[in-house]
């Protein structure tokens, strides 16, 4: 959807900080919340103004504060935080003799000395991501005798991987954080797509060879998953009206 006019703000009456946004395709003012800044956003039509969208979020004010409230806390990659890898707690901490360098210990992300610890917190994730889910891609595909074109990393909001028509298989970095078990899954299931693009019988035979986790995972997924967009994200920033 093609968003304009996009700020962020505080609303009398509300928990968190609301983003308004303002989409040329919108038929009607709507909202929803964003699980990984935590906040309510307002999308607008053309030609709605603001107070449509304030009435909106008067309306739905108890079901908004309820969904902010369950959100799991937000986690900062900063130094002495707490950030799951694999499903276990690792404390990011700051070694000052080995400048620049990143690397993971049990129960720690170790990180030299320097700026920007949430950015090499983020790419030490990012190579971790893809170290392990290129491991199990191959595993998986092995197995069934196929093989995946290339594997990427995207930061998506719902899909936890995706297949594509030309094999291209694709995972959220987040994966990463959670349980291996879990992480095993997703990729067995988008390396299954490779052999059927579809969600057919043929295809949960598929997923079953390849691993034992589904269903284990996908009540983690449901349950835990969206903790995982709450890590790493910076704060809103304050904007004007839209």
Not at 57 to 76: D, F, G, M, S, Y
Request: positive net charge.
């Amino acid at each position: 959807m093609d968003h304009g006019d996009e700020c962020f703000g505080q609303e009398a009456g509300f928990p968190g900080p609301v983003q308004w946004r303002r989409s040329a395709r919108a038929r009607r003012v709507s909202l929803r919340i964003d699980v990984r800044s935590g906040s309510v956003v307002v999308t607008l039509p053309p030609r709605a103004g603001r107070p449509a969208g304030v009435a909106l979020l008067k309306t739905h004010a108890a079901w908004v504060r309820e969904r902010l409230a369950a959100l799991a806390p937000p986690v900062v990659f900063q130094a002495g935080a707490e950030v799951p890898v694999g499903g276990a707690a690792h404390v990011v901490r700051i070694v000052e003799d080995r400048i620049g360098e990143a690397w993971l210990e049990p129960g720690a992300i170790l990180l030299g000395g320097g700026e920007d610890v949430a950015a090499r917190v983020g790419a030490l994730l990012h190579e971790q991501a893809m170290e392990r889910i290129a491991a199990l891609v191959a595993r998986h595909a092995a197995a069934l005798g196929l093989g995946a074109r290339r594997v990427r990393l995207k930061d998506t909001r719902s899909r936890w991987g995706s297949c594509a028509p030309d094999g291209t298989l694709a995972f959220s970095w987040r994966l990463v954080m959670a349980p291996g078990w879990v992480l095993d899954y997703v990729v067995a299931h988008e390396v299954a797509h490779l052999g059927a693009m579809n969600h057919s019988p043929q295809f949960w035979s598929l997923v079953e060879r390849l691993t034992p986790h589904r269903h284990a995972a996908v009540a983690w997924l449901k349950e835990s998953g969206p903790g995982l967009l709450r890590a790493g994200q910076p704060e809103l920033r304050s904007g004007g009206n839209s």
